[in-house]
């Protein structure tokens, strides 16, 4: 059994966003030829704004880095595997208390240069509406794609794509926010000060709250919307207690007088911290109805946005259909789906499926079977989840509900339990497969 590549070897990848740009680099590290089509400039989503890879559209935290989360879990499995845009996100963060935020923009030129600086990659700047018959591909396009390829992956699956909608936060500048009525402080002290807090009154919430639920939407949206990016005025419309318990929750905070009723906490946007992001504040409300109604809290009431939150579809096949646990079509097993489009949720989670397809391209091109990791991992649950027969299928986060159970031992100690086992188990798969990158990015 061979363990190298040809020389000429050379595997497609449709996309350059966050599972692309993964897939491309382990692969070149690993000696393959890459072709990395691109369609910016020549098109751009309703969420892309830049001509950059990996560019971040929605909130820039990667979640949290604990390791008694899932995501924390999820974040130390790839590091194991040697993941190339965690390092370089690390690399420009920005203070988010225990989550992993990033200066988007420099997240994007760093991640664009390691690509372009690869002598193995080859960027074609392209719309992809048919896929290469020869070689192996991998599609990473993304849950914003081109519709044309969508329709293509489509007619291949014998499925419709499906999609849910998705929304983004406003992004505002730091010299707005009256600093006479904010402080800066974390949650249960994860993080000092790294994020910025906005107190309203109970009369300034209930105030807020009614002009929250009456403002005017933007063109109503048809489909799921995703829970984890419920938009602020839909779930505000759940109670008028939702957003107290949800995003403006006012607990973990040290208070020398009255605590407030509801705090909106805004989190660092880039290195300079000029800019800052609305924590889930994820709307779909009309721009002048965004800078109206969010200037009624208090320490916003100067309130200058410098990118207006948005709703905007997403797109995933009908993964327990037509996808194999190694993120391979049914219908044709020299096309793999990554990312957002292979049915998982989340920055880290479309990183993971990115690496994993491009580690079972590399095994197919060696001659070498698929793999899959573990079940007792969040990466291997994560793939055996989206393929287990659903009727009600939707994208799924990382989370330790996905994970063999640990019933028998006591709660308090089951997370550092799940995170423990995923650990062994990761590093034991790595190097029996011999997984992690070959060089460093």
Known sequence: ????????????????????????????????????YEAKPLWFSAAHKNTGFAEIVCSNSLKSTVETTASGTLKKELDILGCSLLRIA???????????????????????????????????HE???????????LICAGPVCHNGLASALAKITGEQ???????????????????????FGS?????????????????????????????????????EVFEGCMPVEVMAKRGVDALRFGPLRPVGFAFSGKRPYAVLQLRRENSQGTLYNMVGFQTNLKFGEQRRVFSMISALKNIEIVR????????????????CADLRLKAR?????????????????????????????????????????????????????????????????????????????????????????????????AQKMNIRHAKSV
């Open 187 to 223: 949650r249960y002290g994860k993080g000092g000060d790294d994020y910025l807090n906005c107190p309203m009154t109970k009369d300034e919430y209930l105030a807020f709250y009614d002009a929250l639920c009456s403002a005017e939407r933007a063109v109503e949206k048809t489909g």
């Open 127 to 137: 719309i992809v509406e048919e896929f290469p018959s020869d070689g192996l591909t």
């Open 161 to 183: 794509s499906l999609h849910f909608f998705d929304a983004a936060a406003p992004i505002i500048t730091a010299e707005c926010v009256d600093m006479s009525s904010a402080f």
């Open 308 to 323: 207006y939150g948005v709703m905007h579809r997403n797109t995933f096949v009908n993964a327990p259909n037509v996808l």
């Open 333 to 429: 097993n020299d096309l793999f789906v990554a990312g957002q489009l292979c049915g998982v949720e989340g920055y880290v989670e479309s990183i993971a499926t990115g690496l994993l397809a491009a580690v079972n391209a590399h095994r197919l091109l060696c001659g070498m079977d698929t793999v899959t990791p573990p079940d007792e991992t969040v990466l291997g649950a994560l793939c055996r989840y989206i393929v287990t027969p659903n009727c009600d299928f939707q994208p799924m986060n990382a989370n330790f509900g996905i994970l063999p159970s640990l019933a028998d031992i006591k709660k308090a100690d089951r997370k550092r339990a799940y995170f423990e086992r995923s650990v062994k188990a990761m590093s034991e798969f």
């Open 90 to 124: 690390e690399t420009v963060s920005v203070p988010a208390g225990s989550a992993l935020a990033v200066d988007r923009d420099k997240f994007s030129a760093c991640v664009t240069a390691a690509v372009e600086n690869e002598p193995n990659i080859t960027v074609v």
């Open 1 to 36: 059994m061979k363990t190298t590549v040809k020389a000429d070897a050379v595997v497609n990848i449709i996309g350059g966003g966050l599972a692309g740009c993964e897939a491309a680099l382990y692969l070149a590290s690993r000696g393959v030829g890459v072709k990395l």
